[in-house]
Structures are given as C-alpha cells and as structure tokens.
C-alpha cells in the first residue's frame, strides 16, 4: 500500500523513538528505483526517510 500526504500511519520500527506511534505523512519522495520512502510528523517531532514496509494505515476514528 503506498500512502499519501496528510493520511495517517503508525511507525513500526524498533529504533526509532516515535515506535508503535500514529503520526501525519507530511512529505512522500520517490526514489531513482521507485520506492518511495515518507516523513511522518507526530506531536512532538518527526521521523524522515521511513520506508513504505515501516508504516501501517491508522485505524480513522
């Protein structure tokens, strides 16, 4: 599934500090092989440069 800007996601990935945390697509950039990579903004910062298998639609409430 690829995402958009403004949709919603939560992070899975066990480095990053914003883990298991539902946050904003704020910037989609394809890369020369056509993978996309996101920023995704939460409330107390962001996390760039996430691949596409790190993020999971948010369940809209």
Do not use: R
């Amino acid at each position: 599934m690829s995402f958009e800007k403004d949709d919603t996601a939560v992070l899975h990935d066990k480095h990053s500090d914003y883990d298991g945390e539902t946050g904003t697509i704020t910037q989609v950039v394809d890369n020369m092989f056509g993978d996309a990579t996101y920023t995704i903004s939460f409330e107390d910062g962001q996390e760039t440069g996430v691949p596409e298998d790190s993020l999971e639609p948010a369940d809209d409430e």
